[in-house]
């Protein structure tokens, strides 16, 4: 359900009717406004096209929202993320990509050790 929140959340602060979310990502409303209501849970490639409809990551429906000491992290990391930052559009969006994956397979992995680990 938070993640159905989240992406009604995002539109609702983008302006942006369900319908108008529905026809970028080639579904109808009424499919759309179960996924936002949390009756059915969209596959990977939905919320792949919904967060491309609604121009977020995948990562923004899935993570909790936190704040982070930004002095706590080191400094060369800190100066590859001001660097990014600087980067064409198209380059941004490959780097994003690529990391959105490598958290996806990440968050995939240890959900499944955990779950693997409850049932032992």
């Known amino acids: 359900m938070i993640v159905a929140e989240r992406i009604?959340?995002?539109r609702m602060s983008?302006?942006?009717s369900q319908k108008e979310v529905a026809l970028s990502i080639?579904?109808?409303q009424a499919?759309?406004?179960r996924i936002e209501s949390g009756k059915v849970e969209p596959t990977l490639s939905s919320l792949d096209k919904i967060a491309n409809a609604l121009n977020v990551s995948v990562s923004d429906f899935l993570t909790k929202d936190k704040s982070y000491d930004i002095q706590s992290y080191d400094s060369s990391l800190?100066?590859?993320l001001k660097m990014i930052d600087e980067l064409?559009?198209?380059e941004r969006k490959s780097i994003?990509?690529?990391i959105d994956i490598a958290i996806a397979k990440k968050r995939l992995t240890d959900t499944l050790?955990?779950?693997l680990n409850v049932n032992k």
């Open 8 to 10: 009604k959340n995002v």
């Open 14 to 16: 983008k302006n942006l």
């Open 26 to 28: 080639g579904i109808n």
């Open 31 to 33: 499919q759309y406004s």
């Open 78 to 80: 800190i100066e590859r």
């Open 88 to 90: 064409d559009e198209h």
């Open 96 to 98: 994003f990509s690529i």
């Open 113 to 115: 050790s955990n779950a």
